[in-house]
């Protein structure tokens, strides 16, 4: 089988929030990370606005495929991602917010920091001291420096070690 190549990333963390805030009113959210299922791909299509291949993905037996959802509105996906388990890391292959969470007139912010928090709390629940590693877009290397505490590994692979790990994981996770 062919190695699928690495995909750079290109989410933007537009705020670290305690869960996910409306853009209109103001008011926060609690989220839950759930399994992305068959059931849900309907909804997840480039006819949708959604930019990736969600399909491809769930059916690669190695990438654990999640959804971001609000507390008891579990069929509207707020933000998908694509995770792997390595030896000693979690590796994010792909995080996309949801349409109508990008851009300007988004509805809401905080799914991109929430995907990452999930993906660090993870890491620290396999035993890898919350150590995600994954490829940025060159040009947002110091975005994802500054926003996550990243840290270049070689090139435009990224990592975020224990520290800025466990800080993601209580700012978005303190009550689980």
């Known amino acids: 089988m062919k190695a699928k190549k ?3 990333l290109e ?3 537009d705020r670290l929030t305690d869960s ?3 853009t209109i009113s103001g008011d926060s959210f609690q989220t839950q990370v759930l399994q992305l299922t068959m059931q849900d791909l309907p909804q997840i299509t480039k006819k949708k606005g959604w930019n990736f291949n969600w399909k491809a993905e ?3 037996d190695v990438r654990e495929i999640v959804k971001l959802t609000i507390i008891n509105n579990p069929d509207i996906i707020q933000g998908l991602m694509s995770l792997s388990i390595e030896p000693d890391h979690v590796y994010m292959h792909l995080l ?3 349409p109508f969470n990008m851009g300007k007139d988004k509805l809401y912010e905080g799914v991109a920091g929430n995907l990452v928090a999930h993906a660090c709390r993870t890491s620290f629940q396999r035993g890898f001291d919350g150590f995600v590693v994954f490829t940025a877009k060159t040009k947002l290397v110091e975005h994802y420096h500054e926003t996550l505490g990243a ?3 070689s090139g435009n692979r990224m990592v975020i070690p224990t520290d800025p790990a466990r800080f993601l994981v209580e700012k978005y996770f303190k009550t689980q």
Do not use: W
Request: hydrophobic letters at 45%; proline letters at 0%; glycine letters at 0%.
């Open 11 to 13: 989410f933007i963390v």
């Open 6 to 8: 690495s995909q750079e």
């Open 96 to 98: 996309e917010n949801a």
């Open 20 to 22: 996910i805030r409306n």
């Open 151 to 153: 840290e270049t590994l």
């Open 58 to 60: 769930l059916a690669d």
